[in-house]
């Protein structure tokens, strides 16, 4: 019953978060400070309601990641070093909360097979990390852990959507892939090139890989519901 009735609300705040993106992406707020500041702010808050009307069991640690999430971007808005070292940092929080979630939630845990699938990941986050090695100073140790944490969970995400046959691991899948593109194209923007499109490029796939995570969260606990019921 909870589900249905909250069918139209998380249908009517989705429709409204991906306008967010789309008009937040395609426009330059930046000298009007407080449109900026509330349509790029609003995207988490939005995505954590969305999530609280949707789930039945609202996984605080999932929560709590998002709320990291967003100050991590709340820090980054400030081009300042040590707010960007501070954003770092709980990004790296941020990660760690989801390579748990996604941990815990997956059966095969083949660590050797987990590891081979990393590797892809590995390299191309590498790549990215190296190109702009010489902007992060004291940053880089975060991102370097960051970095480790988000491979890994494009492995496990990999891994079992080869061998599992599950609605999860599709979302899971994109959401990894998505996560790798959207901090090195990130990094691009951020320390080496500043070109609108990258920015763009930035905010669609911020929104995207955060949302499809969000239905990875939903359908491993429909999953889980299905099992304790039968």
């Given at each position: 019953m909870k589900t249905l009735n909250s069918f139209y609300p998380v249908f009517i705040l989705t429709i409204i978060y991906f306008i967010v993106i789309v008009i937040f992406s395609m426009f330059d707020f930046s000298d009007y400070p407080s449109t900026n500041y509330i349509l790029g702010g609003s995207r988490i808050p939005l995505l954590i309601i969305i999530y609280w009307l949707h789930s039945q069991k609202r996984n605080i640690l999932y929560l709590t990641a998002l709320l990291l999430f967003f100050f991590s971007y709340i820090m980054f808005m400030d081009n300042a070093p040590e707010r960007s070292f501070y954003g770092s940092i709980t990004s790296l929080l941020y990660r760690f909360l989801i390579f748990l979630l996604v941990?815990?939630?997956?059966?095969?845990?083949?660590?050797?097979?987990?590891?081979?699938?990393?590797?892809?990941?590995?390299?191309?986050?590498?790549?990215?990390?190296?190109?702009?090695?010489?902007?992060?100073?004291?940053?880089?140790?975060?991102?370097?852990?960051?970095g480790l944490l988000t491979s890994f969970i494009g492995g496990i995400a990999l891994y079992n959507y080869l061998f599992e046959d599950e609605n999860k691991n599709f979302w899971l899948l994109i959401s990894a892939v998505l996560f790798v593109i959207q901090i090195g194209v990130f990094f691009i923007h951020k320390y080496y090139v500043e070109a609108p499109e990258l920015r763009t490029l930035t905010i669609i796939l911020f929104g995207i890989s955060n949302f499809t995570f969000y239905k990875f969260m939903i359908s491993d606990e429909e999953r889980e519901n299905e099992v304790t019921i039968s």
């Open positions: 941990y815990k939630s997956v059966r095969n845990k083949n660590w050797f097979a987990l590891f081979l699938a990393s590797i892809p990941f590995l390299f191309t986050y590498s790549y990215f990390l190296l190109l702009i090695n010489e902007f992060l100073n004291a940053d880089i140790y975060p991102w370097v852990l960051n």
